[in-house]
C-alpha cells in the first residue's frame, strides 16, 4: 500500500492547469532567454521551479511562471554536471565532479541541508533518486590505471532519510550518468567511457546487477526513462576515444523487459572530418505528447523526435551557443535547456496538448 501511494502521489501532485498564453505558443518555439545558465538541469513539475548545475552561480532557481531567477543556491555539489529532484520529498540533488561531493537543497527554502562526501572520494558524473523507496544513487570512480580504467568504480547507495551510506554496488566499467525507474525499481547507470560501452540494470531491492546492455558507442550523460512504456532513452556520444572519428548524434531506445535495444535514430547530420563528434548530453521526454528532446553539443541544436515512430520531427537551433542539458515540464507545456557557452537557459514551447492524447499503452 505504501509503495502504491507514494507512486501515485508522485505521478498525480501539482496543478495540472499551468499553462499561461506563452506556453500556449506553438510547439518547438523559443519563448524565453534566462541568464544563469550551465550544464545539468532538472525540472520540479509539482513546484513549477527548474534547476540548473554548471554554471557561475552555483545552483541557479528559475520561477516557471515568470521565467525569472529567483535564486542562486552557493553550494559545494554546484559545480558538476549532474542534477536531479525528489518532488515526494521537496528535494534537489547536485553532484560535483572532481572531487565529488553531493548537495542536497530543501526546495522550500532553496537552502543547502546537507553536504555529502563519498567515502574515499573520487569523481562523480551522475545522481539519481527514488523516492518511492527512499533511496538516492551516486555514480564513483576512484583513480585510473594507464589504460584510463578506474581503480575502483561503484554505485553509492545512501538512504534518503539518513544520508547514511547503505551500500557500494561495484561495477566493471565507470558509471557515469543514472536514472532510476520507481515503478520497476529498476536503476540504470551508463557505463564505460574507455570501452567497451555498456548500460547496466541493477535491481534496486537487491541492488544487483540483473543485465548488462553492450552499446555501440559511448554512452555518458544522456538517459532518460518513459516510465508509462518502459523504455529507456540513452543518448549516444560518439568514439570519443577514438581519434580522428567523426558521428553523428544518437539515441538508443532499451525495452525494460528484456534491456535489449529496440531502435537507433540519428539526432543531428555528421560534423565535418576530424575528432569532434556531436555528443547527444542529455535526453527528455514528453510523456503528454509522445516526444523526446535531445541536446546536441557540437552543432547548439536540440532534436525532437516522435517515441511513438522514433524519428526525427525538428531541430530547434541555439544561436551561438552550446547546449548541455535539456528537462520538460509536461504540465506548463515548456522545455528548459541549459547553455555552456553563453551561461543561459532557453524556454521552448512545447505546444498544447495533442488531442487524442498519447497513449504510453497503445504506443507500446
Known sequence: MALAAALAALTLAGPVSAQTSQTRAPANT???TIPGGGTGITIDEVRGKAYVTGGPNGVTVIDE???????NISAPGASGFTITHDSLHGKVFAVSYNPA????IDEATDTVIANITP???GNSLGVAVDPVRGKYYVSLEQGFQADSVPNLAYVAVYDEATNKLIKKIELAQFPQDLA???IRGTLYVLAGPAGPYTVYAIDEETDKVTATISMPEAVETGIAIDRDRGLVYVGGSGCSNTSGCS?????FVIDERTNKITAQLNTSPTPPAGNENVITEEVAIDPINGMGYAANFHFGTVAVFDLRTNKLTDTITIPGDKNFGVAVDPIRRKVF???VIG?????ISAGPPKWPRYDAWAHR
Do not use: E, Q, W
Open 30 to 32: 523559443i519563448i524565453a
Open 65 to 71: 511562471a515568470t521565467d525569472k531567477v529567483t535564486a
Open 101 to 104: 561531493i553531493l548537495s542536497i
Open 119 to 121: 567515502p574515499g572520494g
Open 180 to 182: 532510476v525507474d520507481p
Open 247 to 251: 558521428v553523428p548524434g544518437s539515441v
Open 337 to 339: 535547456v541549459s547553455n
Open 343 to 347: 551561461n543561459s537557459v532557453t524556454v
